[in-house]
């Protein structure tokens, strides 16, 4: 109903148009043959002039006509085409379907411009379906990692409902419920973490203090751990290192650097800890000579859950390098990493001492 009412009205304008065109055009003539015939001297009768009208208004009326039907099959190829496959592709996004992408627009005449729009929105749509699967995989990951500690928490307290149960039994299974609880704590905390660092505005909140101390006071936190597996710690921190930065941020990378370091190295194995300072640069580099990872496992361990040593997979939830990563962008720094299987690994972070945006 409402198309047929455009249409009517689109016709109705038209021929308001053409009546105008024609009527000013043949106005223009007659004006123009009096101002000959009275300067020539030349007399037209009334007929002549009458039927001269006639004519040359139908004329100019068939001639805007054509025209106009010219040019509404050329805005129809060069734009009403390409914005209506712009609008039913819009309109798919809008529904959920981000697959969709819009062809360029190859006929002759059309506006380049149009072709930079789809390049734009195809460019959108594949952000946005990038976004998408991040979110399902995200949503999938999250689900997996919350089942397992679950699955395990439940065992566990099935068993200990066994009504003959040894003392040591006893102790084993509520143990494994602690830990598995502990594990959904940890885990739940790096997500909001997570969250909190890649969907909020974070301002980091600088102050100065000391560096040397700081990666001190965190390697000390991991002694229980490398005197349960007899580690050497080797130490290179030079003396008083005072920074200007965020020291709850920094202290997250520093500790997941260790915690991967004493994780994933073997029992008398060495964990080393540098600090150096470099002109207005900081460098930090943590080295460890653990199982080390091979160049496939070393491209996607910044990726969220992605866990390469399934082995220790108990004792993480791929989320700490993920969390690193983002801190070290926050900071405008750089993370380098050097691995080599069955010898050992090395992060090296190097960051400006102050962060532009200050
Ligand atoms: P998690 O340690 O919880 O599994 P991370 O995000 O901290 O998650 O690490 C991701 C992966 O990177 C680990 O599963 C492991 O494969 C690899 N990785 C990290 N640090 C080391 C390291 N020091 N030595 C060997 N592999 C490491």
Redo the contacts with the bound molecule.
């Keep these: 109903m409402k198309k047929h009412s455009q249409w009517s009205k689109g016709i109705r304008h038209w021929i308001v148009f053409f009546l105008l065109v024609a009527f000013v055009i043949t106005c223009c003539l007659l004006l123009f043959v009096s101002v000959l015939s009275s300067s020539l001297d030349i007399t037209f009768t009334k007929e002549h002039i009458s039927k001269a009208a006639k004519l040359t208004f139908i004329n100019v009326l068939f001639i805007s006509f054509l025209f106009t039907v010219l040019d509404i099959i050329r805005r129809w190829h060069t734009v009403n085409r390409p914005v209506n496959k712009i609008l039913s592709a819009a309109q798919k996004i809008t529904k959920g379907d981000f697959s969709v992408r819009v062809e360029p627009v190859n006929t002759p005449f059309a506006d380049e411009g149009f072709n930079k729009i789809i390049e734009c929105f195809n460019k959108m749509a594949e952000e946005l379906s990038g976004t998408e699967t991040l979110r399902t995989d995200f949503i999938a990951n999250v689900s997996h990692e919350l089942k397992t500690p679950l699955a395990v928490m439940q065992n566990y307290g099935t068993m200990l409902q066994q009504p003959e149960l040894s003392e040591e039994k006893r102790l084993e299974y509520s143990k494994g419920i602690t830990d598995a609880s502990r594990r959904l704590s940890d885990l739940i905390t790096n997500i909001l973490k997570l969250n909190k660092l890649e969907n909020q505005q974070i301002f980091p909140n600088f102050e100065e203090y000391d560096l040397s101390e700081q990666l001190c006071e965190c390697l000390l936190q991991f002694e229980n751990e490398w005197e349960k597996k007899n580690i050497n710690i080797e130490t290179d921190i030079e003396d008083e290192v005072k920074i200007c930065s965020d020291r709850e941020l920094l202290s997250l990378v520093w500790n997941?650097?260790f915690?991967?370091?004493m994780?994933?190295?073997n029992e008398g194995g060495t964990v080393s800890a540098s600090l150096k300072r470099n002109g207005d640069s900081i460098i930090v580099k943590?080295e460890?000579t653990?199982?080390?990872?091979t160049p496939e496992?070393?491209a996607?361990?910044?990726e969220k859950f992605?866990?390469?040593?399934?082995s220790?997979?108990t004792?993480?939830?791929?989320?700490?390098?993920?969390?690193?990563k983002r801190v070290i962008d926050i900071m405008h720094g750089e993370i380098r990493v050097e691995?080599v299987v069955g010898k050992?690994?090395s992060?090296a972070v190097e960051f400006k001492e102050v962060s532009d945006e200050r």
């Design positions: 997941n650097l915690s991967n370091a994780k994933f190295t943590v460890d653990g199982c080390g990872m496992v070393g996607h361990i910044f992605y866990q390469g040593d399934t220790h997979s004792r993480g939830n791929g989320l700490g390098l993920a969390l690193v691995s050992g690994s992060f």
